[in-house]
């Protein structure tokens, strides 16, 4: 599906970059970050010819760097930008490349849109034909930030079955609504659980609650992953399951999630 930006006035798209894609979830934990890693990674999978890059938003809370098996300190290129650490083929930028990974980070306000406009904008991203963003968790100025400063080609909504972060999903949704940014769809993470000794499937945070909620709001649902341990010990070890078991059927709702966005 073609997507189209949609830029306010105020708005500067970033030099190179064709389409951004934020990753965004109402609460935390529910698997926001893992799927933005595994999306951007889908996103190659599908179509080698693309160029996808990962920009880790959650400044308080970087995850990408360990998502990605990342380290270190990005060099500064002539023209003054930070140069992107790669892996696994994707060029990765994140305030965890930048900070102590023990160091507190306390901000205030100001000092977050600063970051995350440097996050954005001084980082030499090269030609891109997606840039995947993994938000923070909720709806505040980072997120109104990055949608006011920069056109979002659309919003991908990571949401647990479960009603209480469904309600928050539900805000998240609204929330890109009024800032003009197209809601692509929801991803209902955790949805089924197979146990691996008698193949039985439990829904252990309920089965359509997703699906139920992106009818009423009429957003499309762009896939279903399964609550699986491969996908906690694949991220955990820094090797996301798109590119370390390709074959599996957890990497393949992965890329169906990809080809649906
Ligand atoms: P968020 O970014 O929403 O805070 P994370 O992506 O960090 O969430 O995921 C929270 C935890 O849940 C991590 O330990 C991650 O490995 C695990 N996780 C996420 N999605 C799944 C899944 N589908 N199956 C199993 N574990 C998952």
Redesign the pocket.
């Given at each position: 599906k073609q997507l189209m930006a949609r830029g306010l006035p105020k708005q500067k798209p970033l030099a190179g970059v064709k389409q951004v894609i934020v990753v965004a979830?109402g609460k935390?934990?529910?698997?926001?970050?893992?799927?933005a890693v595994n999306l951007a990674l889908g996103l190659s999978a599908n179509d080698p010819d693309k160029t996808v890059g990962l920009l880790d938003a959650?400044v308080y809370g970087p995850?990408i760097p360990k998502l990605m098996n990342l380290k270190g300190n990005p060099e500064v290129t002539e023209k003054n930008l930070m140069r992107p650490l790669v892996n696994f083929g994707i060029p990765c930028m994140s305030m965890g490349f930048l900070v102590e990974e023990t160091a507190p980070i306390v901000w205030r306000g100001l000092m977050v849109m600063s970051a995350i406009e440097k996050l954005l904008r001084q980082v030499d991203w090269g030609n891109l034909d997606y840039l995947v963003v993994?938000m923070p968790?909720g709806t505040g100025d980072v997120q109104l930030s990055i949608s006011q400063n920069i056109p979002v080609s659309g919003a991908v909504i990571?949401s647990t079955p479960q009603d209480i972060a469904l309600l928050d999903a539900r805000r998240g949704a609204e929330m890109f609504r009024k800032v003009n940014v197209p809601v692509l769809g929801f991803v209902q993470?955790?949805s089924v659980f197979q146990c691996p000794n008698c193949q039985h499937q439990t829904h252990i945070f309920g089965a359509d609650g997703a699906r139920d909620l992106a009818r009423t709001l009429g957003v499309e649902v762009l896939g279903d992953?399964?609550?699986?341990?491969s996908?906690?010990e694949m991220?955990?070890k820094g090797q996301p399951v798109v590119v370390s078991s390709p074959d599996s059927p957890?990497a393949e709702a992965y890329r169906n999630v990809a080809s649906a966005v």
């Open positions: 979830s935390g934990g529910v698997g926001k970050s893992t799927t959650d995850s993994d968790p990571v993470n955790m992953i399964p609550l699986h341990l996908i906690r991220s955990d957890e």
